[in-house]
């Protein structure tokens, strides 16, 4: 029998390669159909289930899972218990404490495939399928069907930081992959999914796109057997490919000149635009915190817009915004609005168990889906999108479980073959392929 912590039954026996190959399929699935799938996706109904089905072995695990995952899963835990809780009180028996309820679910699966494992490139191909096909989906609306923005079905701006998130976490494990047909795989899926990302017309991802491509040149120039003549043609590539894209695109073109108008109307004081419009709604949430700080205004839009009035009106701000939208475009003034300061804690306390206690090269990849979701976070309500959040509490949750069957000690049961499956060594960490656990 095994000594292993994570098995019940011998090592590599039919149950656990079966679980193994499932997990990694599902894994697979959820990131490849992120963007063109349903927005509740079927990949993590089955983890969900297969977590309840197997919990009796899972709970053995579980103080040793605790131990390297209890940030993530503090954090996750407080965020949606507080809103769940304050739906209910606010709203009653007949309150919507979906999604929130729907996050926790994360839990039970992060234990589940801690216990059982998955394979690490089963999540890299679904991110790169995923890049793929929703910048293919992306390029088809705008250069074919006309579409002023490219959303693939959903929200542009939905669309456009999902993508964001997989080709950006792209680019970096295209820098730490040693195996080059991953490598140049990866650069593709980066290259496609970028594209939709600019032809989104998602104007606050663009600080945020700088930021990651800084901090992975950054961490490139820093990893041995990354050479600085590929280095520079690499970034020399993507700069062409933005100068392509700023001047040869109009749709984009379009969105850069809007910009630039939109700032000179400020400056000669006319707030009668979008940028404009997102002015006067941070100064309208800072007022509606200031009357409410600690638990804020609930979850109904309606009563916030019915206090605002007065105070837009006060000054003479244009009135239309309370119709036209149902949230302040800023993560932290709407959170704070409608939930208070102990709601932005618990927001604040989310992301920042994402990334607590973990090493390298994991700590990297979260990080740049932290970056995107941080600085973005400044001009939209980007974890407001279902996909976008369930995204990265699905990202996070894989990384997590991944990072406690690593460090708990659980040794590799390979298929065929541990360096064939290694996903990729870099200066600053390695990362197997296959997390199974062996006796």
Known sequence: MSSSPFADHDAGSPLERTLHTVNSALVFWFFAFLITGPKNSHATTALLTLSLVTLPATVRVAPRVWAHAAPWL????????????????????????????????????????????????????????????????????????????????????????????????????????????WRIFLSAAFAVGLTGVLLSGTRGLYPALAVCMAFIGYRALRQEGVSSRALMLTV????????????????IQQRFEETREEYVQIRTGNLNSSSGHRLQMWHTGLHLISEYPLFGLGPDAGKRQALARGFMVEQHYDLSVLTTYDHLHNQYINETTRFGLVGLAALLGLLYGAIGRTTDPLRGTIAIALAIILIEGLTETVLNHHRLMMAFVILVTVLRARLATETIGARNLTLSGQASLSAFDGAEGRIPGDSRPHP
């Open 74 to 181: 503090i954090g996750l835990g407080a965020y949606c218990l507080y809103q769940i809780a304050y739906r209910l009180i606010d709203g009653g028996l007949e309150a919507r404490i979906d999604p929130p309820a729907r996050y926790l679910g994360a839990i039970p699966i992060l234990f589940y495939l801690a216990r059982y494992g998955f394979n690490i490139k089963a999540l890299w191909a679904g991110m790169a399928v995923g890049s793929l096909i929703g910048g293919v989906a992306g390029a088809q609306e705008v250069w074919i069907e006309g579409a002023q923005r490219a959303g693939a079905g959903i929200h542009p701006i939905a669309y456009g930081s999902i993508l964001a998130l997989l080709s950006m976490i792209l680019l970096y494990g295209a820098t730490i992959f040693r195996e080059t047909t």
């Open 236 to 251: 020399a590539g993507i700069l062409a490919m933005l100068t392509v894209a700023v001047f040869w695109i109009p749709s």
